[in-house]
């Protein structure tokens, strides 16, 4: 039974830890309640809604040590890094990897420190929010993970603090020996009218198979901005499981870019509570699979409180024999009047044997709301194919401007032009080789710079 | 350098061309009459090679290559290029991208390097103020949110930026008004040259006034009725078509 080798190795994990001192009580405390639900839950089936159309068997059948040292190639590493000036803290295989962090000159008020840091400087501190919104509860994942963790990121911002340059969170994986997994924890906590920007980066070397099972968990207090970029750009051997879990007060504004290039197997669990008046929670997000990718996103848009508002847009485009699943969920509970909840997903297929499978999903259980859903999928306009071709342009490039021109739609959203960019040029570079556009794309934005 | 030869073309099993001739040499310009459904458009677009047009009869030659056997990309590339009666919006796509994957084509398929950027942005500005638009047109989506009149010199831009060797606008004076015409014509003025032949495909007279063509045709019931030269457009505008419908029946 493959639970058991997930067991047996927390039971290894936990014998080393207990050589080097006693963790707090409340951690200990946890660690073994998401055991205990982990162990009674076991891995999800396809039996499982949630499932339905994601099937973890690559997880669950795995073998996966868990690293120990972030040593990485300072060169290597430069070339994974976003060239971005930005303040950064990286995980190689989830361990805090301190000589590829830069942390100088935070503004006052903004706190953004490994997880080990924060439990040693004050684990009270932490053991108040850590949880609080994804607990072992939520999925075999998120048990799994509260099991087994030990690192991650907390952002802390104090009320009215400005960031002024974007918080990078990198994850790299390495091409080791064996492959490793990770449970990360990402823990931010933005005071009242704080104001940032936070890229979660997951990158890493061709050829590596790590499994990255991550608990997001966003806190937004009265008036907070957050744009949250979650950047996948890992190995296509890479596994990746996540769930993100936003908490909205008041006025409060998050803003989800879910950018996902890469990976193997990647599911998303993607939730905002909108708790207070004036809440507004954006959701963006533009998958690419290719080869035999597995992408899964799961989003909740839950309105719990009146005039809170939700704006979604995904796109998927899907090539080979890759797999997408979009399952948008927007809930409007009893009492939440003049709500709006706009969401929609539009998928582009571009082979025969490439599949996608969309669920949109409105529970309203208020009388007076504005909502909205739609998904479609389809393949190219042959309009603009032919357009196109009257022009002197090959069939397979006129394929290739179209299929950037729908990814286009969610990128104009992007704020950081860099990500855009870089996005923009994967999806160009992504495209088969007879017609990928990256040149193309390059060229036009130098002309764009003169 | 184009030679269409007793060409009988069906359009969805109803036949639109019965038996039409055509020759243009380099250096001349072209202009197709003729009364609505007679098939002015059908000519053009058979030439180009759009979907939906079934060539049952007769040949297209061009510079001594047979058309019918090209892909749609490999005519425009050896220099046939149709300007379209009513542009596809393209949301997405940038102008930029567009000129530059056309102009590259083009140059790949004579076997000639890509084109520099800076020799590519110094073409297109240039052509971009002979047309009398905004450089910040060229970040814009392909006639996305574009008038009929920004459509239509659009198209001529990208005819003064691929340089065809047989330039085939359809309709390219309907929905203008007369400002809009000017910069139109002037455009397609300057692409008159001795190595280049241009067929304008036009229901009106007035266009002819800007352009004036050295052969007119008029197109009646799938063949070419009459032909002549710039005074044939001026009767035309005067009498009508009937005269000509009549004159072919009988």
Redesign the interface.
Not at chain 2, 48 to 51: L, P, R
């Given at each position: 039974m493959s639970e058991q080798t997930f067991l047996d190795s927390l039971a290894r994990r936990g014998a080393k830890c207990e050589r080097q001192g006693p963790e707090p009580t409340w951690i200990a405390a946890r660690r073994q309640a998401g055991a205990a639900r982990f162990e009674a839950l076991g891995f999800p089936t396809r039996r499982d809604e949630a499932w339905k159309y994601t099937d973890v068997r690559a997880i669950a059948n795995g073998e996966f040590a868990l690293a120990e040292d972030p040593d990485f190639s300072q060169t290597v590493a430069a070339t994974l890094t976003l060239p971005i000036d930005a303040y950064r803290l990286t995980f190689v295989d989830g361990v805090y990897a301190p000589a590829l962090s830069q942390l100088e000159g935070l503004p006052q008020g903004v706190q953004l420190v490994p997880l080990s840091q924060a439990l040693t400087e004050n684990h009270e501190a932490v053991g108040g929010p850590l949880g609080r919104l994804t607990g072992v509860e939520f999925s075999p994942f998120s048990a799994l993970n509260t099991a087994f963790m030990e690192e991650g990121a907390v952002l802390r911002l104090a009320p009215g603090s400005v960031v002024d340059k974007p918080l990078v969170v990198q994850f790299l994986s390495r091409h080791g020996k064996s492959p490793v997994m990770s449970h990360p924890r990402l823990l931010v906590e933005a005071g009242a009218r704080s104001e940032a920007t936070l890229i979660e980066h997951h990158v890493g070397e061709e050829g590596a198979t790590n499994f990255t099972n991550l608990v997001a968990e966003l806190i937004l207090e009265r008036g907070a901005i957050l744009d949250h970029y979650k950047l996948q750009e890992a190995p296509l051997g890479d596994l990746h499981v996540a769930s993100i879990h936003a908490e909205q007060a008041r006025d409060s504004r998050y803003t989800s870019f879910n950018l996902n290039l890469g990976g193997g197997l990647v599911r998303n669990d993607l939730i905002s509570d909108l708790n207070g008046q004036g809440a507004v929670a954006n959701f963006y997000g533009l998958f690419y699979g290719q080869g035999r990718q597995h992408i899964d996103n799961h989003t909740v848009a839950s309105h719990n409180a009146p005039l809170t508002f939700s704006n979604e847009n995904y796109k998927g485009i899907l090539d080979d024999r890759a797999r997408g699943v979009f399952n948008g969920r927007v809930v409007v509970k009893r009492d939440s009047q003049k709500i709006e909840g706009f969401q929609s997903n539009a998928n582009l297929l571009l082979s025969d044997r490439a599949e996608i499978d969309a669920k949109p999903e409105l529970e309203i259980y208020a009388d007076d709301v504005k909502c909205s859903h739609g998904t479609t999928t389809g393949q190219l306009?042959?309009?603009?194919i032919?357009?196109?071709?009257?022009?002197?342009?090959?069939?397979q490039?006129a394929r290739g401007?179209?299929t950037?021109?729908?990814a286009?739609?969610v990128l104009e959203e992007v704020k950081l032009d860099a990500i855009a960019e870089r996005v923009e040029l994967a999806v160009a570079g992504k495209l088969p080789e007879r017609f990928n556009?990256a040149g193309?794309?390059e060229?036009?934005a130098?002309?764009?710079e003169? | 350098m184009l030679e269409v030869k007793d060409l009988y073309v069906e359009v969805d099993g109803q036949a639109i061309l019965k038996g039409l001739n055509l020759t243009i040499k380099a250096g001349e310009v072209h202009a197709i009459m003729g009364p609505n459904g007679a098939g002015k458009s059908t000519l053009s677009a058979v030439i180009?090679?759009?979907?939906g047009y079934e060539v049952t009869q007769g040949s297209i030659t061009f510079e001594g290559k047979d058309v019918l056997e090209m892909?749609?990309?490999e005519r425009?590339?050896a220099g046939l290029?149709?300007g379209?009666q009513y542009?596809?919006e393209?949301?997405?796509?940038?102008n930029?991208?567009?000129l530059?994957?056309?102009l590259n084509?083009?140059r790949t398929?004579r076997g000639e390097e890509e084109i520099p950027?800076?020799e590519?942005?110094k073409l297109v500005k240039d052509k971009l103020g002979d047309m009398k638009m905004d450089a910040s047109f060229?970040?814009r989506?392909?006639n996305e949110g574009f008038s009929g009149g920004e459509k239509k010199r659009n198209e001529i831009l990208?005819m003064l930026v691929?340089q065809p060797k047989l330039a085939m606008l359809d309709e390219i004076d309907s929905g203008l008004d007369i400002d809009a015409m000017k910069v139109v014509a002037d455009g397609v003025n300057s692409l008159r040259a001795e190595d280049r032949g241009i067929l304008l495909v036009t229901h009106y007279q007035r266009l002819l006034d800007y352009i004036v063509p050295d052969r007119v045709h008029v197109l009646v019931d799938g063949r070419i009725a009459r032909s002549g030269d710039a005074e044939l457009a001026k009767q035309l505008e005067a009498r009508g078509y009937d005269w000509v419908v009549e004159e072919s029946a009988a």
């Open positions: 306009d042959e309009e603009a032919y357009a196109l071709r009257a022009r002197g342009i090959d069939l490039t401007l179209l950037l021109a729908f286009g739609e556009l193309l794309v060229a036009a130098a002309i764009d003169q | 180009a090679g759009k979907d892909e749609v990309e425009a590339q290029l149709l379209f542009p596809v393209i949301p997405g796509v940038k930029i991208y567009l530059k994957a056309a084509a083009q398929a950027a800076p590519f942005m060229l970040q989506a392909v990208q691929l």
